[in-house]
């Protein structure tokens, strides 16, 4: 069963999805109140923690980043109702993995969360077989530290939970050519127009993070998608 900490400070949407979450075999523990998060957390031990913006005493923000200093492999999925291209990025700086716009659909919303578990459960299988970093030229990546690593002055960048998952990918498939929709599914579970521009975004993103090795490479296939090169 998966465990839910549902943090929403409307009463009546939150009873409402609490609900139907719970008549599908989901276990939620709803938190109304932004400084009650942490101890929630702590106490409850979640599979993925559903975190809305706005919230009292705290907010979403905030709290993302802090559930992402303490618990760095937990998915964060944040609700907002805000269609500001700035504050969804703002979310994913903050350490969230996904996010719904309210208002959202059940359906939608299931779908993102068993994504997100799932891709959260595969990175600690793969955690617990080795310790050491994924060697990428002269990079070393680890994924559940969300740290890149230039091994020549040992000088790490953090990455935000979307630029990790997004390099996780290219790696994955490396030296060969990853289709540009499959990206944007995994992802976001979505390939429209809004959710494309930020995979703009974080392509770009992740070339300057990666530009002090000459040979490793994100090419841009038109029409299809990215070729990752790298030793």
């Known amino acids: 069963m998966i465990k839910i900490l549902y943090v929403e400070d409307e009463p009546f949407l939150g009873k409402i999805v609490k609900e139907s979450l719970e008549s ?23 599979d993925i923690c559903v975190l809305d913006v706005m919230l009292p005493h705290r907010d979403g923000f905030s709290i993302g980043t802090e559930i992402r200093r303490d618990y760095p492999a937990l998915p964060i999925l944040f609700l907002t109702a805000k269609d500001q291209t700035e504050d969804v990025l703002k979310g994913f700086a903050a350490g969230g993995n996904d996010y719904v716009r309210k208002p959202f659909s ?13 891709m959260s459960k595969g990175k600690n299988t793969a955690a617990q077989s080795t310790n050491e970093g994924i060697v990428i030229g002269q990079y070393e990546f680890f994924p559940l530290k969300y740290e890149l690593r230039f091994k020549p002055d040992g000088t790490a960048r953090k990455l935000s939970a979307r630029e990790a998952d997004l390099l996780k990918i290219l790696i994955d498939h490396r030296n060969f050519t990853v289709a540009r929709k499959d990206i944007l599914l995994q992802l976001w579970g979505d390939d429209n127009f809004f959710n494309s521009r930020n995979l703009d975004v974080y392509i770009t993103k992740l070339r300057d993070y990666l530009r002090q090795d000459a040979t490793i490479e994100i090419i841009t296939i ?3 998608g990215y070729h990752f090169v790298a030793g």
Do not use: H, Y
């Open 24 to 46: 599908r075999a989901f276990e939620v523990l709803m938190v109304t109140d932004g400084a009650r998060v942490m101890s929630a957390l702590a106490q409850f031990k979640p």
């Open 106 to 118: 059940m359906e939608e919303l299931i779908v993102r969360v068993n994504n997100l578990v799932a």
């Open 222 to 224: 038109k029409g299809v």
